[in-house]
Nanobody
Framework: QVQVVESGGGVVQAGGSLRLSCTTS????????MGWFRQAPGKEREGVSC????????YYADSVKGRFTISRDNAKNTLYLQMNSLKPEDTAMYYC????????????????????WGQGTLVNVSS
């Protein structure tokens, strides 16, 4: 059974930084592309960033490009999201998920991810 645990969220002022982590169990971590998603109150879940199995290729949503950096440590089965220059509109619950294949368009669709979601970690950016 695949389990996912996100951590690292918190309350931060606009312009600040946070680093999210995601640990997994029950799957061969380095065999899967991974993605970060977020869901703001009253909105649908959306893709933020995704990374290839090796970590060499990353894709970002336009809204976070240049501010967020996705990375992974396959030896630790851990995915990261470094978030800088945070804005109030980044406020959301953040989730990570494994993906069956790496595709620049599909990786941002929550429906493309493996159906094994964690509890998420809340990021709250105050203005």
């Amino acid at each position: 059974q695949v389990q996912v645990v996100e951590s690292g969220g918190g309350v931060v002022q606009a312009g600040g930084s946070l680093r999210l982590s995601c640990t997994t169990s029950g799957l061969i971590f380095d065999a899967y592309p991974m993605g970060w998603f977020r869901q703001a109150p009253g909105k649908e879940r959306e893709g933020v960033s995704c990374i290839s199995q090796s970590g060499k290729t990353q894709y970002y949503a336009d809204s976070v490009k240049g501010r967020f950096t996705i990375s992974r440590d396959n030896a630790k089965n851990t995915l990261y999201l470094q978030m800088n220059s945070l804005k109030p509109e980044d406020t959301a619950m953040y989730y990570c998920a494994a993906q069956p294949y790496f595709n620049e368009l599909l990786c941002f669709r929550p429906s493309n991810a493996l159906n094994a979601w964690g509890q998420g970690t809340l990021v709250n950016v105050s203005s």
